[in-house]
């Protein structure tokens, strides 16, 4: 099957979204589809995956640049849209990432002129917490804009039960789907006995690790103030780009008036193996977002042997606390404390609760079972009246 996605930038400070596009995409393309993915802002990644690549699935990925998009809107222009229609030709599936930016849906617009059917993942952008944010304008732009395109659409594809549930009200009956995405667990362990060599750092010596966008929507605050409970001696590492200057510089001033500034060591974006060794070294992955519509790191951490601790922001709360996959912190410094003491306090339960989170993780995402479902939505005709689930 020939299929095109279109996400308009590949860089991976902009959040988990490039990287779950580009894991989904190699894992078609492994399966033996003709996957193309298309972009304004390749990033360094347009060029096919060469014979030495360490993964099997990047093998049949291509990856096309399209000149930069420069407008306000970020809209094609005539020379864009005429390189897109090119890219189009024979593809019998046209798959767009997003929903606010004009460009996706002059690539579906596009795609179904030329016949392809047309598949959407909005990355948790209906969820209930981002269409509060600026609502009137997201509004605005559904109704003139990208809901005619909607409309056609042969499926919407949600990453959980909850962002489905969350999106329905956006959504025409029955074009809804679940397929999570297929999170890479190479380097995780099938058992203690399997598992690498384990950092050497003492049991309670390992940082708390925040690994993400520091912007508002990431409650990091909350972790600070955490830190400032009487009898706290845990440290932090923030791990990620400072997509707010002005927040970032209220979360150091916070941390200095709390008296914790000498324990949270701010790192910065992280990638490759050095996120590798912070997460074998981490305590644990604390994410206490007010929003998280996946949370690619989640199993990130889970595959480097460090258990999770996630907020009810995170959709993914409900199945995590289901399957004992890791803790559950309400909202609030006590709450948030108590869940990481209990894993400073004990070794063994931090590594059972990281096993356990990696037999969770394993079952979400089985590359096999995903293939599978994601053939399945492409070949099927536009939807009918009930959602379907992976």
Known sequence: MKILHYLRSLD???????QVVMDTCALLAGAGHRVTLATTDPHGHDQPAGPSDPSPLHGKLRVVAVPPVRTNM????????DQVSGLLRDAEVVHIHGMWERSPWQ??????RAGARLVVNPHGMLDCAPMRDGWLKKRVFLRLYSAPVLARASAV??????????SRPWLRPGVGRVIPFPIPLGAA?????????PDPTPHEQRPVVFLGRVHPIKRIETLIDAMGRPGSGWRLC????EEDAAYAAWLRRRAASAGVSARIEWAGMVSGAAKAALLRSALCLALPSLHENFGAVIFEAL???APVIVGTGVLLWGQIHAADAGL??????HSWSEAIESLRRSAERRDELAQRGVAWARAMCDPATLAAAWHECYAAQPAGSSATRA
């Open 12 to 18: 991976p400070a902009i959040g988990g979204v490039v």
């Open 74 to 81: 970020r809209s094609l222009n005539k020379a864009q849209r």
């Open 107 to 112: 690539v579906a617009r596009l795609g179904l």
């Open 157 to 166: 594809v949600c990453a959980s039960d909850e962002e489905l549930a969350q």
């Open 189 to 197: 362990a099938e058992s203690p006995a399997d598992a690498p060599t």
């Open 238 to 241: 923030v791990a990620g780009p």
């Open 303 to 305: 595959a480097h042997g």
């Open 328 to 333: 559950v912190a309400q909202a609030g410094a």
